[in-house]
């Protein structure tokens, strides 16, 4: 079964930066569209960005639109979300999670393998 494993969550000032990793240590990723989502306590998890296998189709929520920046390195076998600017509202536990097939992004239902998460905290 598919494990992914995420890391690179850290406290951080607004306007900071922090970039996530996602990686699987015995699958190719780039046979996976993968999805990154963020939950904070009494909130449903939500879609944050998404990429697809081919790296070709990549969308974001609006809320971090110009912000974060989702991208593949199959060398690597990781997938990256860099994230710029951050505000406050960008707290909480970050997840990975992968796809096969047309994806549900932004929701959750599609996506049968899931990361640990890695905690995000944004504040001065």
């Known amino acids: 079964q598919l494990q992914l494993v995420e890391s690179g969550g850290a406290l951080v000032q607004p306007g900071g930066s922090l970039r996530l990793s996602c990686t699987a240590s015995?699958?190719?990723?780039?046979?996976?569209?993968i999805g990154w989502f963020r939950q904070v306590p009494g909130k449903e998890r939500e879609g944050v960005s998404y990429?697809?296998?081919?790296?070709?189709?990549?969308a974001y929520a609006d809320s971090v639109k110009g912000r974060f920046t989702i991208f593949r390195d199959n060398v690597k076998n990781t997938i990256y979300l860099q994230m710029n600017n951050l505000k406050p509202e960008d707290t909480g536990v970050y997840y990975c999670?992968?796809?096969?097939?047309?994806?549900?992004?932004?929701?959750?239902?599609?996506?049968?393998?899931w990361g640990q998460g890695t905690q995000v905290t944004v504040s001065s």
């Open positions: 999670a992968a796809c096969e097939g047309p994806t549900s992004w932004p929701e959750v239902w599609g996506f049968p393998s």
């Open positions: 015995e699958f190719p990723l780039d046979d996976y569209g």
């Open positions: 990429i697809s296998m081919s790296g070709e189709n990549i």
